[in-house]
């Protein structure tokens, strides 16, 4: 079931390489599929690849070429696109939370487009970076998601009304909406009510003379690999998020963006890990065998956390008489253990220094590493 | 309160050298004194200090000028406490989850100590590395303990019994037992049961006629500064845990070795972070403040999950007025919260470009920093 996951590029390069386990192996033609999968649904929209989801630099070198644009957290992911060739206007700071010299930073490296979400916020940024333009990020519910947002981030419409009309007081342009519905969000339904929030913001915006220009509507597009039961098609979102925006911003549509991250490269990657160890203790202490692997919590794995996300795992034995396992990583970590509560089933003959791939992990894996945890090495990437 | 929680040496180098925040700043002398405390306590252990705790060079030389030994989890790990200048046989090998390639590597560099508790890791150890002296950990109950420990690790008493009889047959030494009573663990009492477990084993394989000569009594000794309330002193623990060894081992003691982490570094080290954002939305969304700092989840406080452990915080304005906030790290990960649920108050006054420093930061921050989510760099660790 899991083969046909893995492409044929991914799978060559495994054969012919032999890469050291543990590593991340990205296939750059699904990125780009998954780019211009977005881009189709949502021909009118700009794609803004939200490179904290995975900053390998040959990503955004392809995602540059293709003409995409980037989300971008922080000072050192600016510094990546640019190394990229992606000139500062395709950048947005995106990072409601920002130092005001990485913003003046910024701005001196010609970076035009700022989010915020209150008012100190958008003082920094009027004082370092005169004339931008902003966004103002608003909270909406994540129903639906498998990562909800939390309040760290956005503020009220109304709130949100204010600060846009004290951006045009302070110099800056007063430039749109955007929001989040969630990572992996499932229902595209869940843009509907933000969109209707950003539309009445336009409207209460323009009485006072002020003009948004864009709508930004995040990301939350899924992967399509690792959920039980399936994720709906790229295609159905364009659809359901077009009649969204018709409805409330008729005919008069602003410009819109989409800052897919795990949308666009979850499925990309497979996480090549080797079986460091298989104990079979006793069943006083344990009833499942414990299957060891090279990666853990610490070294790519991290959205293990919680068991919400359940990874398809492909090993040399698929097929064959399967039973119970608890699944953890190296680490002397007590924490390093992978799938306890879910109930994971791996073939009985699965053995120590077999390889193993956990299928669709391109998304928040290497970057979230620890820089040596244990004395183990951050993860590798190759992008095939 | 906090004030006298920063040493005089940490307080200097933040004024006058001003580092660049984030980092981690470790006053070695606090380092040195908890090694002596632990030495003195027990002073017919020996202690091994558990180098994932903290890995910075400074503090494996400091502890090999002062004798002390290492409980490594990887090659990675021995090979910075070589580099520190202590000799192998001062090195336990002590991660039950190795890969063969790994062992055999220490073998080579003449690491003569290793962990097990299963028999595939025992048949690894025979053929990469014959004679060594091994140790098996046993599964016990961590009561008590702030972060109590999973069944990752440890086998029965009775399997270990088995499996030291088989290790004899297989041509390693079989030394000894070990057990971890849990992280932060606040009660000396928890040492009793697995101590008297250890004894039985110890009296059941000289039955076989096998001598064992260690008991690996592990860590869990607490840092005393972020638990409200307090810890008992570390002179406590020497006292009940000699108590238990006596009254299961009478007057035939076996070698003993500490494995300290937390306990060794916690209390030395000093976050330094600056506030980049203090955000009041509105009441509509926000019942509190929210206050952003540069360091968060990802670079050092990995340790605020569950927010079970909450750190001590200094700020310039302490001692005026209070009022209950939330904190919150600077990625745009929803997820980088700091302390949401627990109750913080900080002052009111508490303004962009201050800095702020979290107390006893020393254990499992720089090396658990990721390598560069979000785009920000790893920690810096600066010791004094």
Same mark, same amino acid.
């Given at each position: ?29 699904? &990125? %780009?599929?998954?780019? #211009?999968?977005?881009?189709?649904? =949502?021909?009118?929209?700009? +794609?803004?690849?939200? @490179? ?108 949100? &009304? %204010?600060?846009?009309? #004290?951006?045009?007081?302070?110099? =800056?342009?007063?430039?749109? +909406?955007?929001?989040? @519905? ?203």
């Amino acid at each position: 079931m899991t083969e046909t996951l893995i492409t044929d590029k991914i799978d060559r390069f495994l054969t012919e390489v032999r890469p050291e386990t543990p590593c991340l192996v990205m296939d750059l033609d699904l &990125v %780009e599929r998954a780019y #211009r999968g977005l881009a189709e649904t =949502l021909p009118t929209a700009r +794609v803004f690849y939200a @490179v904290k989801a995975n900053p390998a630099p040959e990503i955004l070198e392809r995602l540059t070429r293709l003409g995409g644009c980037f989300d971008t957290a922080s000072r050192g992911e600016i510094e990546l696109v640019l190394a990229a060739g992606a000139g500062p206007e395709r950048i947005s700071f995106g990072n409601t939370i920002k130092k005001e010299r990485d913003i003046a930073w910024a701005h001196a490296a010609g970076v035009r487009l700022y989010a915020f979400d209150c008012i100190a916020e958008l003082e920094k940024i009027a004082r370092a970076a005169p004339g931008a333009q902003v966004f103002c990020r608003i909270l909406v519910k994540g129903e639906g998601a498998k990562w909800p947002l939390s309040k760290k981030f956005g503020c009220s419409p109304e709130l949100g &009304v %204010e600060l846009l009309t #004290r951006a045009r007081e302070l110099g =800056l342009e007063p430039y749109g +909406v955007s929001f989040h @519905v969630g990572s992996q969000q499932t229902d595209a339904a869940q843009w509907d009510l933000p969109i209707e929030r950003s539309a009445g913001m336009f409207k209460a915006l323009a009485e006072k003379g002020i003009q948004l220009k864009l709508v930004n509507l995040g990301g939350g597009f899924p992967g399509h690999h690792y959920q039980a039961g399936g994720v709906p098609p790229v295609a159905a979102y364009g659809i359901t998020i077009m009649d969204s925006m018709t409805r409330h911003f008729g005919n008069d549509l602003p410009e819109m963006i989409l800052e897919p991250g795990r949308g666009m490269v979850a499925d990309a990657g497979v996480l090549h890990t080797e079986v460091v160890l298989v104990s079979n203790r006793d069943t006083r202490t344990h009833r499942r065998r414990w299957i060891y692997l090279d990666a853990g919590k610490f070294n790519g794995l991290i959205e293990t956390l919680g068991e919400v996300i359940q990874y398809k795992i492909r090993t040399p034995h698929d097929g064959k008489e399967a039973g119970p396992v608890v699944l953890a990583g190296p680490t002397c970590d007590s924490l390093d253990i992978l799938y306890e509560k879910a109930d994971y089933r791996l073939p009985l003959d699965l053995a120590i220094g077999d390889t193993v791939q956990f299928i669709a992990v391109g998304a928040y894996c290497s970057s979230y590493a620890s820089v040596g945890f244990n004395g183990f090495a951050p993860l590798k990437t190759y992008c095939v």
